[in-house]
Structure formats: structure tokens, C-alpha cells
């Protein structure tokens, strides 16, 4: 008589152990703690040209502060720096969010096509403001 109401106890307490736990911060939805802005995969920037996102990765260096990197495919020649600016610049006001999600205080974006490759570096200043470290060398 007892054993089907031990078997019962024995199965919740297993499956509420082998629960992810995720702790709650006052303010936050469940699916803030759970999801990136960038997603892998297909995206579609809000002018509705798309990226294929390959990864993003937290790298630490030795010498500097860690950075989310964001490595992406895109139909922009690598070649085209304007255009490939121009899509830089829309997608860092999304990918931002998830950098400043993990506490970092830089950021590169990595765009791709075919074999060519470029990379865009960002960081935070002591004021809070986010600036191109290519946009320093103008």
C-alpha cells in the first residue's frame, strides 16, 4: 500500500533535483535571464537585410578586458567598407544589449564573406558611452 506512494515520492523528488535552477532577479521576466538578443543562425537586422550568426563568444585576453565576439555571415563584400559599416552600425544597438547583459566592458563584431573576413572593435568608456576604436584613428 505504501510502496506506490514512496515510488511517487522517490520520482518528484528526482525530477525537482534534476531541475535547472535559475534565480530570479526582481524586475526580470524568466525569458530575460534565458535568451540573447542575437540569436544563432538566421537574423533579420530591422531594415530587413539579413545575417547568419556563427556564434557568439566571450574570449578573455591576457592583456585587456574579456569581449562578447559576434561572428557573422553577410552578404556585404568585405571589401565595402561603407556598406559594411552601415550594417555594423545597425546591428550594434541590438548586440549591445547583450554585452552590457554580461558585464563587459568590450565588444567585437566580426563580419564574414566567403574567405573574407574584417573585425570591429568596441568598448565602453569611463562615461558609460560605447565608441569604435576604428572611429578613434579618424
Known amino acids: 500500500m505504501y510502496k506506490p506512494l514512496l515510488l511517487i515520492f522517490l520520482f518528484t523528488f528526482l525530477v525537482a533535483d534534476c531541475t535547472p535552477y535559475i534565480k530570479y532577479t526582481p524586475g526580470k521576466n524568466i525569458s530575460d535571464l534565458q535568451s540573447r538578443n542575437i540569436k544563432d543562425g538566421e537574423n533579420t537586422l530591422p531594415s530587413g537585410r539579413k545575417i547568419f550568426v556563427n556564434n557568439v563568444t566571450k574570449m578573455d585576453f591576457p592583456n585587456g578586458p574579456s569581449a ?3 561572428n557573422y555571415s553577410t552578404s556585404v563584400s568585405i571589401d565595402n567598407m561603407k556598406d559594411l559599416r552601415a550594417e555594423v552600425d545597425e546591428l550594434w544597438p ?39 576604436l576604428d572611429d578613434e584613428k579618424k
Do not use: Q
Open 68 to 70: 562578447l565576439v559576434l
Open 94 to 132: 541590438i548586440f549591445v544589449k547583450d554585452v552590457e547583459a554580461a558585464n563587459l566592458t568590450s565588444a567585437a563584431l566580426r563580419p564574414v564573406n566567403g574567405p573574407k573576413g574584417n573585425g570591429f572593435v568596441v568598448l565602453k568608456k569611463d562615461d558609460g558611452t560605447w565608441h569604435f
